[in-house]
């Protein structure tokens, strides 16, 4: 089971629930919450970067054996920089120019394209025990009172789960801003989506939680038609279809992404 985050904001839950937090402090993306006995925590910042996109500045991995931290190009081990691949009992940290991926013998398998899309996979011995961003992965997405307008929505959900750290002077995006429809982009997503090149995700996907992040995109973007705008959602689904067995085919071409 696996939980990721990517492209504008976008979050989708173990239990596959998918909605849009728009938050720039230091987040609770997923943590085993037993009160006696707690295995890992995995924190996560974004900021803006020139483009005006949001991309992933570091993550914080926390076991009770050892503290990774991770940036762009660069994994510290217990506070000192080491070079990948890099072992040490139940670690082990890979990466190249496109990834970093972190294995941890406790159950926890760890993906990072350096920018905005980050992927968490958790042995099932945590259903039910994990808080964060991720939810609690006990098989049932509960965010499903977002979408009808209730008061507890994404961004109330998501300020929750900012870590206070003392002096952090990190605003709390505001729960009353409602995010857009979006429904004029349908066509164009859905065209993308179910192109030949993806025939082999329909069956293994939720069709339409990508179909919608990627509507939301297009809004947000206003007309930029940019690579980040088109392809991050585009990407994710690409990726997630990947690690549920399926084969996309050459989606991207020499013009688009």
Partial sequence: YVCSTWGNNHFKTFDGAVFQFPGYCEYNFASDCRDSYKEF??????ALNNNN???????????KDFTVYLRPKLAVVDERIVKTPYYSSGLLIESNDIYTKVYA?????LIWNHK?????????????????????????????????GGDYNSITYGNLQKINKPGDECEDPDETQ???????HRDE?????????FADCRLRLNLEMYIQACMQDKCACNGKEDSFCLCSTISEY???????????????TQDFC
């Avoid at 996979?121 to 499903?144: A, R």
């Avoid at 409602?178 to 004029?184: H, T």
């Fill in 41 to 46: 925590s995995v924190h996560i910042q974004r």
């Fill in 53 to 63: 996109h949001p991309e992933i500045q570091y993550i914080l991995i926390t076991t």
């Fill in 105 to 109: 013998k406790l159950g926890m398998i």
């Fill in 116 to 148: 905005d899309a980050l992927m968490v996979e958790l042995d099932s011995k945590f259903n039910n025990h994990t808080c964060g961003i991720c939810g609690d992965y006990n098989g049932v997405p509960i965010y499903n009172e977002f979408s009808d």
């Fill in 178 to 184: 409602a995010l857009p429809s979006c429904n004029a």
């Fill in 189 to 197: 997503c859905e065209k993308l989506l179910t192109s030949s090149a």
């Fill in 238 to 252: 690409s990726r997630q279809c990947s690690h549920a067995g399926g084969r996309p085919g050459e989606w991207r």
